[in-house]
T-cell receptor, first 114, second 115 residues
């Protein structure tokens, strides 16, 4: 069965620190990959997505993610976090056919200290 | 606001009662999804509509759950004979273009508490 693992459940960083959140998925076929973010009190928002092509994708607010097919990974990075990045981050995978339903990871709660 | 709208935002109900939630997707979006999220977990897929057709249902969606999208616009999710285990956030999302996956636009969710 398909699954998505996010290794870090809680991360605490100081402002200006670098961020890397891990995401690994289990699926043998072609996938689309996503990172969603949920700021406190807000709905889930799309941060970035990967369909094909350049495995390094850039999203909003300075975030980027790298798809490494051999490792089944899609890690999220940001060189310098801000207090406003405090949120919960979800990695998601969809297969490339049919319903495009997503399998989400359990999420990573990021707290950035000012 | 042209986003995905869900009502009500919160619902507290007694065990055994029926509840119905509504989702209004972005008007030009053909695809509509319902997910459920419990504490400490990511959203889990419940069901999917393409226009008015319900094309997939998760095994999570027991016989007590039913969803409709009668005219391919808004959708409703009904839970009959609620149980405490149904307590969760119910999320609706929509997406355009059946042939591609641009990612979802989520609503703010309906938080259900069964007491």
């Amino acid at each position: 069965a398909q699954s998505v693992s996010q290794h870090n459940h809680h991360v605490i960083l100081s402002e200006a620190a670098s961020l890397e959140l891990g995401c690994n998925y289990s699926y043998g076929g072609t996938v689309n990959l996503f990172w969603y973010v949920q700021y406190p009190g807000q709905h889930l928002q799309l941060l970035l997505k990967y369909f094909s092509g350049d495995p390094l994708v850039k999203g909003i607010k300075g975030f980027e993610a790298e798809f490494i097919k051999s490792k089944f990974s899609f890690n999220l990075r940001k060189p310098s976090v801000q207090w406003s990045d405090t949120a919960e981050y979800f990695c998601a995978v969809s297969t490339t056919s049919g319903t495009y339903k997503y399998i989400f990871g359990t999420g990573t709660r990021l707290k950035v200290l000012a | 606001d042209t986003g995905v709208s869900q009502n009500p935002r919160h619902k507290i109900t007694k065990r055994g009662q029926n509840v119905t939630f509504r989702c209004d997707p972005i008007s030009e979006h053909n695809r509509l999804y319902w997910y459920r999220q419990t504490l400490g977990q990511g959203p889990e897929f419940l069901t999917y509509f393409q226009n008015e057709a319900q094309l997939e249902k998760s095994r999570l969606l027991s016989d007590r759950f039913s969803a409709e999208r009668p005219k391919g616009s808004f959708s409703t999710l009904e839970i009959q004979r609620t149980e405490q285990g149904d307590s969760a956030m119910y999320l609706c999302a929509s997406s355009p273009n059946p042939g591609t996956d641009y990612g979802y636009t989520f609503g703010s969710g309906t938080r259900l508490t069964v007491v």
